[in-house]
Nanobody, 123 residues
């Protein structure tokens, strides 16, 4: 699966952004999708995951209630709606895919990665 993330940018604290991940090359509906992020000087961390059919989602505590992950298997896309953004959300965001139906909330479980998209939240 080839993944392409987009939608990053610069926003003020309290604002919102919507990230998209376009997939191609294989049957998208066979893969769970996840978002990770990496801030400068820090380790990559899990953000959110969604099962292959979209029925189940899972979030890091730091984004729960503010971020929403979704997917459209008819359009081979996954999205991350980010509301109430905080300066600590500033990072490069990556989408990733893991073959299988259940969501996978850890980076070593991913089979494919997209290039990141920068999100900057100013205070």
């Amino acid at each position: 699966v080839q993944l392409q993330a987009s939608g990053g940018g610069t926003v003020q604290a309290g604002g919102f952004l919507r990230l998209s991940c376009a997939a191609s090359g294989r049957t998208f509906s066979r893969y769970s999708m996840s978002w990770f992020r990496q801030a400068r000087g820090k380790k990559r961390e899990f953000v959110a995951a969604i099962s292959a059919n979209g029925d189940d989602t899972f979030y890091a505590d730091s984004v729960k209630g503010r971020f929403t992950i979704s997917r459209d298997n008819t359009r081979n896309t996954a999205s991350l709606q980010m509301n109430e953004l905080k300066p600590e959300d500033t990072a490069v965001y990556y989408c990733a895919a893991a073959e299988g139906s259940h969501y996978v909330p850890y980076d070593y479980g991913m089979d494919f990665w997209g290039k990141g998209t920068q999100v900057t939240v100013s205070s």
